[in-house]
């Protein structure tokens, strides 16, 4: 596991920066953005020191009207801009929740023509003055953006979320395994979870798909993320999606969302140390105690029951 040092102000030197995560299947509507959108705005309660950034590689524009704080105006630049200008600092923007976020282009062909190279966005990252983590919504797609996207992450989040999801996972696996980023740094994400989808054989689809995920030995994080009408509502009843965190504390979602968060920082290796009940934004947080952070965060692997029975345990 990578355990990243404090962050420096303005640096550019990746072994102090904070790390990048990147969300990404080859299939669409796996809930990538859904996850991207509202692991951002976990990760800055969890953490409140820590600045965080998202960045669409895709021309959905989701991300922007989710975290736009007013309408864009004329001058500001987008990722087209920051490509061309080799740093992302003049077009990242404050928004809501606290959460930065770098504008996405109305087209992203034409920066596919610029990113043959993987390492382009990496190293645009590097030449940004940016302390905090950075989450990147791939495209449903393995081109160039998206593979500019696994060489700059340090953890590469795949949403399964049925068959077709975990056979696309598996092309991710493959290129991962190809090429010098290896599979090392990829964590399969459970999502769209419906505890009354069954598989063939019997059990819950869930149980089929981790039980594959298992023997393929694919990283996993044990925290999955349930089907939620009201996160469905959340998403597309306007046209600025909102915070599971702000508008759905009564959901399993919500809890799920902040396990999950809490995982993934662990896997980082850096959890917030657990505080007092009085101390937690209980507002948000509703009256569950965060649990205290280990010193080492392991990614579940695929091995034991252990797993197993965590799920079957939250259901
Ligand atoms: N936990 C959830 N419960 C219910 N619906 C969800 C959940 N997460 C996402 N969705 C819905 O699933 C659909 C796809 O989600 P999302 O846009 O996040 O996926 P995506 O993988 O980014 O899709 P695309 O490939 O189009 O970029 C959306 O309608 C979204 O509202
Ligand atoms: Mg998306």
Redesign the pocket.
């Known amino acids: 596991m990578g355990t990243f040092r404090a962050v420096k102000e303005g640096t550019s030197d990746s072994a102090a920066r904070a790390p990048v995560l990147a969300v990404s299947?080859n299939k669409?509507?796996?809930?990538?953005?859904?996850l991207v959108a509202n692991l951002a705005i976990y990760l800055r309660a969890l953490r409140e020191d820590l600045p965080v950034l998202v960045v669409g590689l895709?021309d959905?524009q989701?991300l922007d009207r989710m975290f736009a704080l007013g309408p864009a105006t004329p001058g500001d630049g987008n990722l087209k801009h920051g490509w061309a200008e080799r740093t992302l600092e003049r077009v990242i923007r404050v928004g809501e929740y606290g959460v930065h976020f770098v504008p996405s282009p109305a087209d992203v062909s034409l920066l596919k023509g610029r990113a043959e190279n993987p390492m382009t966005l990496r190293g645009l990252l590097d030449r940004t003055a940016w302390r905090g983590i950075v989450i990147l919504d791939a495209k449903?797609d393995l081109e160039a953006l998206t593979l500019n996207a696994f060489h700059a992450a340090d953890r590469i989040l795949v949403p399964i979320a049925d068959w077709s999801s975990l056979e696309e996972a598996g092309k991710i696996f493959r290129i991962l395994e190809r090429s010098q980023v290896g599979r090392g740094r990829a964590r399969v994400v459970f999502?769209?979870v419906d505890h009354r989808a069954r598989a063939t054989g019997g059990g819950t689809l869930l149980q089929a798909l981790l039980e594959e995920v298992r023997s393929r030995r694919w990283p996993y994080y044990k925290t999955y993320?349930?089907?939620?009408p009201k996160?469905?509502s959340l998403?597309?009843a306007t046209s600025k999606p909102l915070s599971i965190l702000h508008h759905a504390r009564g959901t399993a979602?919500h809890g799920q969302m902040r396990e999950l968060t809490h995982e993934v920082l662990q896997d980082l290796g850096m959890a917030p140390v657990a505080r007092p009940m009085a101390d937690e934004p209980s507002v948000l947080w509703g009256k569950r105690r965060l649990v205290a952070a280990p010193g080492s965060a392991r990614p579940s692997t695929a091995t034991g029951a252990t797993e197993l029975r965590e799920f079957s345990r939250r259901r």
């Open positions: 299947s669409g509507g796996v809930g990538k953005t859904t895709d959905q989701v449903s999502t769209l993320l349930s089907r939620s996160v469905e998403n597309s979602v």
